[in-house]
């Protein structure tokens, strides 16, 4: 059993290393009373380059490189132009185990406290009139060359489409669940690969969530039945990184996610976990406005030197 882990987990590097190209996908854990991982960056943008390309390279989605580049076009960038890499991420205020999959930010983290160590990789998920669910759940099995029943609302979409219903369609490029998928205990929804290569970061599924081809590869290698996985909703999170408060907010994927405006952030400041009555009074609510209507996705840090 010791040989056949020490194999997953040489295959595993491998395809960290090779599948992600420069992205990095996992991160120490935190130092107590923090919680944010990663750095912004910026790269240039080269010849015949997308800003999807670019994404893709550094472990991010769609919505990502969009948002925190709105002055770009993101299938026609100016070469040479600056790119804003939102590589740093305030940690979702949940209880950090197993996996966890915020639908407003488009992203997937997996937390092992015993080896220390967070990975996280974009996703897209359920299109508005085909949401992915949101509560606890597991995984109950992980599946590789998977097979893919389509379920009644891509059949309806087929027939108003005219085109060909299919039950099954069996692995290979026709299949959109990719070369593996994992089971979850919600009925009927899967963590899955992706024959569309630009779906990630983005509401394109039927409810499941898709992910890069080699990031579920990763993902299957270090998981196992009954790994914990938690779904939730949350545009906007606070965090506290070399003991400054940082505010990262995104776009709602529902509506009725994210406060009405800035100054109902004011209960959300004084009630999280990594903030008290004290430390409120410290806050730069200049940031806090322009963080809440920036919306870019980058942690803005809003609290008093």
Known sequence: MKVVV????????????QGTAMAQTQFDWPADGESVIGEVQTVRVADGETLLDIAERHGLGYADIRDANLHLDPWLPEVGASVTLPT???LPDVTWEGIVINLAEYRLYYFLPDENTIHTFPVGIGRGNTP??????????????????????IRQRWEEQGREIRRVVPAGPDNPLGPYAINLSAQGYLIHGTNQRFGIGAQTSAGCIRMNNHDIEALVYMTAIGVPVRIIDKPLKIGVT?????????REVNQGTAPASSTDLVYTLTQTRDTNSERA???DWDMVELAFTRKTGIPLTISYQ
């Open 88 to 90: 740093q991420y305030v």
């Open 6 to 17: 020490n194999i997953h987990r040489a295959v595993l590097l491998l395809l960290l290393i």
């Open 242 to 250: 070399q003991g400054k408060m940082v505010m990262e907010v995104h």
């Open 281 to 283: 009074g410290q806050i």
């Open 132 to 153: 992915t669910p949101q509560g606890d759940m597991n995984i109950t099995a992980r599946i590789p060359n998977p097979t893919w029943y389509p379920p009644e609302s």
